[in-house]
């Protein structure tokens, strides 16, 4: 006779990707899946396989999340660098000292826009990478 093979689907709760981000998300700034949800223009059902990794994220949806919990589209689509974007006051503060100390001390003479921009390069790595931005400066200026 022929053999009954039955299969059982084990769905995990540990979640290692995206999924486990998005829960992240909610978690800090306290707010239940339908909040989420609602906050992103999305269905609940919908958000819920985004946290539970049973429907990939669309690119769309992805960049709302970003601009509505300021969170960098990189850690959240990738995990890599850190889960806020660069707009920390005190990162461009010290970047801005770093970059200006770091051309100072080579003898550079750089115009202020493209200071400017190294300022802001210099913040983006540092908040990226976690290193500090006098790090990021001098690898930065050793590469002139």
Do not use: T, Y
């Given at each position: 006779m022929g053999e009954l093979i039955t299969h059982r689907c084990i769905l995990s709760t540990d979640l290692s990707g995206i999924g486990l981000r998005l829960r992240e998300i909610r978690k800090i700034n306290d707010i239940t899946q339908p909040v989420m949800?609602?906050?992103i223009d999305v269905s609940d059902r919908a958000y819920k396989n985004y946290e539970q990794e049973k429907r990939d994220l669309p690119a769309l949806t992805a960049l709302n999340i970003?601009?509505?919990?300021?969170?960098?589209?990189?850690w959240l689509l990738a995990g890599r660098g850190k889960i806020h974007k660069n707009d920390d006051p005190e990162l461009a503060?010290?970047?801005a000292i770093a970059v200006l100390?770091?051309?100072?001390?080579?003898?550079t003479n750089l115009p202020?826009?493209?200071l400017g921009k190294i300022i802001g390069f210099v913040a983006t790595q540092a908040a990226q990478t976690g290193e500090s931005p006098a790090q990021v400066a001098s690898h930065y200026f050793e590469t002139l």
């Open positions: 949800a609602a906050a970003s601009e509505a919990f300021r969170v960098n589209l990189d503060e010290a970047s100390s770091e051309a100072d001390r080579r003898g202020i826009a493209k």
